[in-house]
Nanobody, 123 residues
Framework: VQLQAYGGGLVQAGDYLRLSCAAS????????MGWFRRAPGKEREFVAA????????FYTDSVKGRFTISRDNAKNTVYLQMNSLKPEDTAVYYC?????????????????WGQGTLVTVSS
């Protein structure tokens, strides 16, 4: 499984971005997908996760109501729509895939990782 995340950039507080993660995998719907981020000087943290096809979704509290995770299994792609961005959202964002049959929120529960895309939010 190979994951390619893209869509990061430099934006101002209050702006929006949409991150995409394209997966090279046989049956994309069999993988649970997650987004994580690592801010400068901090540990990698969970942002959002989505099930393969049941629509089950989880968010970390700090992004609820602002971020939306979704996926298009026909395109082997998972998205993270980020609205009302704040300077504290500045981080490298990673997508991850998990083959086990439930949604997870801890980094060590994911098998595959993309290379990360940098999101910088200026105040």
């Amino acid at each position: 499984v190979q994951l390619q995340a893209y869509g990061g950039g430099l934006v101002q507080a209050g702006d929006y971005l949409r991150l995409s993660c394209a997966a090279s995998v046989g049956t994309f719907s069999m993988y649970r997908m997650g987004w994580f981020r690592r801010a400068p000087g901090k540990e990698r943290e969970f942002v959002a996760a989505i099930s393969g096809s049941t629509g089950r979704i989880f968010y970390t509290d700090s992004v609820k109501g602002r971020f939306t995770i979704s996926r298009d299994n026909a395109k082997n792609t998972v998205y993270l729509q980020m609205n009302s961005l704040k300077p504290e959202d500045t981080a490298v964002y990673y997508c991850a895939a998990r083959s086990a049959p439930w949604v997870a929120t801890r980094p060590n529960e994911y098998n595959y990782w993309g290379q990360g895309t940098l999101v910088t939010v200026s105040s």
